[in-house]
């Protein structure tokens, strides 16, 4: 299976810190995504990172990719409240099937 | 611009039934992919439809079935219901089979008894 695993599984900060989750897939990939996903509500596109690029800033998120290491991270600074979610990836390999992984539960403390 | 819309948001149903679920894209996305989103399964992939064609299927029984219509919209029918597709299906759309990423609609949560 391509299907990422994020790691750590749950994630409390306090408001302000940095947020950082880790994403680690098997197979070769064309693009890496991550979403974020409230609480029984549908998953929100945060990011796309290609193949081809290493780093991807957006606002406060940042995203990380090593091919040769098959992972990912994705940073979250300056946390708010406002941030407390699931947070997956996504891979694909032939464009058309993306594999979630397991998620990373996030919890910023106000 | 209107979002991904899925209806309905909630259904309870009675095993052995079978229900049909919706799903109106983005307009101008062609790409619908449906997901099972369970807590003990995580998201997973059902099916993906391009242009009235699945174009991929994920390892589901064939109790699971879709179409998707001229105008892009798709349809999810699950029969025979069983007590483990209780689940939150999403569907997702994208202009281009998501190599730009997916718009998610809020979900159908689907209690089966």
């Known amino acids: 299976s391509q299907q990422g695993e994020e790691d750590p599984q749950a994630l409390s900060i306090q408001e302000g810190e940095n947020a950082t989750m880790n994403c680690s897939y098997k197979t070769s990939i064309n693009n890496l995504q991550w979403y974020r996903q409230n609480s029984g509500r549908g998953l929100v596109h945060l990011i796309l990172?290609?193949?081809?690029?290493r780093e991807k800033h957006s606002g406060r998120l940042r995203v990380t990719l090593d091919t040769s290491k098959k992972s990912s991270s994705l940073l979250i600074t300056a946390s708010r409240a406002a941030d407390t979610a699931s947070y997956f990836c996504a891979t694909d390999a032939n464009g058309n099937q993306f594999y979630f992984g397991t998620g990373t539960s996030l919890t910023v403390i106000p | 611009k209107a979002g991904v819309t899925q209806t309905p948001r909630y259904l309870i149903k009675t095993r052995g039934q079978q229900v049909t679920l919706s799903c109106s894209p983005i307009?101008?996305?062609?790409?619908v992919s449906w997901y099972q989103q369970t807590p003990g399964q995580g998201l997973q992939f059902l099916f993906e439809?391009?242009?009235?064609?699945?174009?991929n299927k994920g390892n589901f029984p064939g109790r699971f079935s879709g179409r998707q219509f001229s105008n892009s919209r798709s349809e999810m029918n699950v029969s025979t219901l069983e007590l483990g597709d209780s689940a939150l299906y999403l569907c997702a759309s994208s202009w281009m089979q998501g190599t730009n990423g997916y718009t998610f609609g809020s979900g159908t949560r689907l209690t089966v008894v």
């Open positions: 990172i290609r193949s081809n690029e």
């Open positions: 307009s101008g996305h062609r790409s």
């Open positions: 439809y391009f242009s009235e064609t699945q174009r």
